[in-house]
């Protein structure tokens, strides 16, 4: 049986995996700069310091870092794998992984929701961090998908850039309509419900 918290408690992973019981996922969701990549990156560190096998996965079309890691906007990183699809995520699943984690869940194909449920049903626990919404406001997929069938979520929370309050957005701030523009600092930044537009925004000096 899965606790409650069980994702932060990895003495319990253990013990599920010598009983062979199914394992779980975790969904961490949020704007750009609210922390899912620091929170997943401290999840999988716990996880490595209970000597579990990792494995961590992002989607080649973010090549903000380095090709080899995710990192986080504040400098901390952690090795992964680059893929293009959820097939070529499975391709390189090694059948002893215990944790998997995977970084910008916002940019793989539908088939994430099917390879992440086969892991789980497998024995894998599974963090999967990504953007909820689009620069729109809309939800991003398969993130609202995966948020249907996780065990656990955790919604984190940027600080917003105009007026200091709880920032819920990613305010693009390029003038591009593309769904996927990827960019830091330099194209978007976090704002609230109130200071957030559905479109392209001059950016806040500070
Ligand atoms: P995400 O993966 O959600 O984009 P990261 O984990 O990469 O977030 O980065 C979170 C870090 O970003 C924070 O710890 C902080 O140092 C930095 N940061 C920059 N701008 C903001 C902001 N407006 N609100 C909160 N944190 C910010
Ligand atoms: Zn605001």
Not at 6 to 12: G, H, L
Not at 52 to 79: L, N
Not at 89 to 103: S, W
Request: charged share 30%.
């Amino acid at each position: 049986m899965v606790e409650e918290f069980a994702f932060d408690n990895t003495e319990e992973r253990r013990r599920s995996r010598q009983n062979g019981d199914a394992g779980w996922i975790e969904v961490i969701v949020g704007s750009m700069f609210s922390g899912k990549s620091e929170e997943l990156i401290r999840r999988l560190k716990r996880a490595q310091i209970a000597r579990q096998k990792v494995q961590v996965f992002k989607p080649k079309i973010d090549d903000r870092y380095s090709i080899e890691q995710i990192a986080s906007h504040s400098g901390m990183t952690h090795v992964s794998k680059p893929v293009m699809t959820a097939a070529e995520m499975m391709a390189k699943m090694e059948d002893d992984t215990q944790v998997v984690g995977i970084d910008e869940g916002q940019f793989f194909d539908m088939e994430l929701i099917k390879a992440v449920t086969e892991l789980a049903n497998n024995g894998k626990r599974v963090i999967i961090a990504g953007l909820d919404q689009d620069y729109t406001g809309r939800p991003f997929e398969p993130m609202p998908q995966l948020l249907s069938i996780a065990e656990f979520i955790t919604k984190t929370h940027a600080i917003c850039v105009k007026c200091g309050n709880t920032a819920n957005y990613s305010q693009r701030t390029s003038e591009s309509t593309e769904r996927v523009q990827v960019g830091a600092h330099d194209k978007y930044e976090a704002r609230c419900r109130k200071c957030f537009v559905p479109h392209s925004d001059k950016p806040t000096v500070v």
